[in-house]
């Protein structure tokens, strides 16, 4: 059962307990991420994430991961496009503990300039592993490309430019400015008493002043345009992209089984047809991202310079067919047992609870049962997700990016794809 309590100050606070565990799942979610950052701060709410860590009014960095150590447990954080998370995990009998250091260092990290100095190194060549991993650049380069002119076109990790530029005075300035308590949700799900954790988390985070709200979320369109980035490698990495429902949209349920019949699984169409019938790729995949205003529904690929063409041709006669061809039922209500299976078999995780929680509370404002979402599902026709393939595979309105040894002039005209 998921419970929740608003603090006079704004802070949500949501837990789901699941007694048949030996542990709790914590996390501190702020509704902050790269979106929300001025162009010249970019990378910085992903530079906090690392910075939390380094030390507190009471603990060192040693401290803290001796202390977390000590009690078996694990702590982590991460940033995205919209969040930034930090989370523990705990048996329930160190819970207090465990919150105890979470709640340090979401409350009282110093980003102590030693400490900012040598992390930024550490930032920088994480920058740069990513631009030496072609599958993870390509979608970097996907999304400034078909986000681009808005904030969402902002890498998460920043550039090295502004990170380079990134001080204590400018950490300090932008919590300031962003943390406010009506943008965090505290999630917890495990071995937990909701009226207990409250107790446990409330004293410390009702200290926190509310802010000014703010909002630099633009409501961005995609791009249509072709990009393309000659690299010395052995492949050339494809990443395409149309517009998709943004998170809350009714039609969400439609474009994730649409996502794993095109290519979420090893049975989807562009799997068996690009890999498994013509071994053009190793990898072809699709994948979707959802935010609160957006969506992107895309593929990736990454084929010899040789194959590039009959590649896209492959790619895009399998979306022509999905537009144009009535959806078999049994392929249809196999991607909904795969999607079904998905959210099951994640909900034996601690983490997965409390990471859904959490989500369906921001984006939502509110608990999802399961049962409203398989319903919901069940629900989704052949006839809705051909309409919705109509809707948004349109001749001109998708991105394509391609990273490797091809030119300008060896990439064929985009609306080869559709």
Not at 130 to 154: C, M, R, S, W
Not at 196 to 213: M, W
């Amino acid at each position: 059962m998921v419970n929740k309590t608003v603090l006079p100050n704004g802070i949500r606070i949501v837990t789901e307990t699941l007694p048949y565990l030996y542990s709790v799942s914590v996390g501190i979610w702020v509704d902050i991420g790269s979106r929300d950052e001025n162009p010249e701060e970019n990378g910085i709410s992903h530079f906090i994430e690392h910075m939390i860590f380094k030390g507190t009014r009471q603990r060192t960095a040693l401290d803290i991961a001796k202390e977390m150590d000590a009690i078996g447990g694990m702590s982590n954080a991460f940033t995205s496009k919209e969040e930034t998370c930090f989370y523990t995990r705990v048996l329930d009998n160190h819970l207090e503990q465990g919150v105890g250091i979470l709640l340090d260092i979401f409350l009282n990290s110093l980003f102590d300039p030693e400490e900012l100095e040598r992390e930024r190194q550490v930032v920088l060549q994480e920058i740069s592993m990513v631009e030496d991993t072609p599958d993870e650049f390509t979608h970097v380069l996907l999304g400034e490309t078909a986000y681009q002119g808005t904030p969402l076109a902002q890498p998460i990790l920043g550039t090295p430019e502004t990170v380079q530029a990134i001080n204590q005075e400018r950490i300090l300035k932008y919590l300031k400015r962003t943390y406010g308590p009506e943008k965090i949700v505290v999630a917890a799900a495990g071995k937990v008493g909701h009226e207990a954790f409250v107790n446990l988390v409330a004293p410390d985070l009702s200290k926190l002043q509310p802010i000014p709200q703010m909002n630099n979320r633009q409501g961005p369109v995609l791009c249509s345009k072709s990009r393309v980035v000659t690299k010395d490698l052995e492949q050339v990495h494809l990443a395409w992209a149309a517009k998709a429902p943004k998170a809350d949209d009714p039609k969400r349920y439609v474009s994730a089984l649409l996502n794993v019949i095109m290519g979420g699984n090893m049975s989807s169409r562009l799997f068996q047809e690009v890999r498994e019938k013509r071994g053009l790729a190793y990898s072809i995949y699709s994948f979707l991202c959802t935010y609160r205003d957006t969506g992107m529904w895309g593929i990736y690929t990454a084929v010899a310079k040789e194959t590039l063409t009959q590649t896209l041709e492959v790619i895009g006669q399998e979306l022509k067919r999905l537009k144009q061809e009535e959806l078999p039922a049994s392929e249809l209500e196999a991607a909904k047992e795969f999607v079904k299976g998905g959210i099951l078999l994640g909900a034996e995780s601690s983490d997965n609870r409390m990471t859904r929680i959490a989500k369906n509370e921001m984006t939502f404002g509110r608990e999802v049962p399961f049962e409203e979402v398989l319903e919901d599902l069940n629900k989704v026709t052949g006839r809705e997700l051909v309409a919705l393939a109509q809707e948004i595979l349109q001749p001109d309105q998708f991105s394509l990016v391609s990273l490797g040894p091809a030119a300008e002039e060896d990439l064929p005209h985009p609306a080869i794809v559709l």
